[in-house]
């Protein structure tokens, strides 16, 4: 697996699957259009900044809510690199596994990473560093089964590929 550098927007607590991808855009499955509405109903402008490879940080219980796979399709589809939190929706978890979306569980970085920091997560490792302070974090890195659903774009990619 490789890393991720990107621009930090960070989310509070409870960040659930209808503000990631309101329902009312639920009649499609397409990724592109999804990814036109993700995170609207708690930043409308999150869809015109955020950038091919930057990061989402969140406290706790990420991805809260409904199962809907829709949620981690549109984080992703927007050019979201990965996902740190303190803690997810164990839901989520696996929908964002099984679409290849990698997320990190890692307190003490949300803690310590701001809004417009710049992130870089090494996948192998779980260390995640905060370029703008120099601050280091231990992630948990992902099992080598996980690392190779994710590399291969998902679930689906990883069984078609077997």
């Not at 989402?56 to 996902?83: D, L, Q």
């Not at 303190?86 to 979306?101: K, V």
């Not at 870089?120 to 996980?146: L, R």
Request: glycine content about 8%; some cysteine; overall charge negative.
């Amino acid at each position: 697996m490789q890393s991720a550098i990107g621009k930090v927007y960070k989310f509070g607590d409870n960040v659930d699957t209808d503000v990631i991808i309101p329902a009312r855009y639920l009649n499609s499955s397409d990724p592109k259009e999804l990814a036109q509405h993700c995170m609207e109903d708690i930043d409308a402008e999150f869809v015109h900044k955020v950038q091919k490879g930057d990061i989402i940080v969140a406290n706790k219980n990420f991805g809260c809510g409904s199962s809907r796979e829709h949620a981690p399709i549109a984080i992703k589809a927007a050019g979201v690199s990965c996902v740190i939190a303190e803690t997810f929706a164990r839901i989520f978890y696996r929908n964002a596994i099984n679409i290849g979306l990698p997320i990190i569980e890692c307190p003490e970085a949300v803690s310590g990473i701001k809004e417009g920091d710049e992130v870089e997560v090494d996948f192998d490792s779980g260390i995640i560093t905060n370029k703008t302070t120099g601050a280091s974090y231990q992630g948990q890195p992902f099992p080598e089964f996980m690392q190779k659903i994710i590399d291969c774009g998902g679930l689906v990619n990883y069984i078609n590929a077997k």
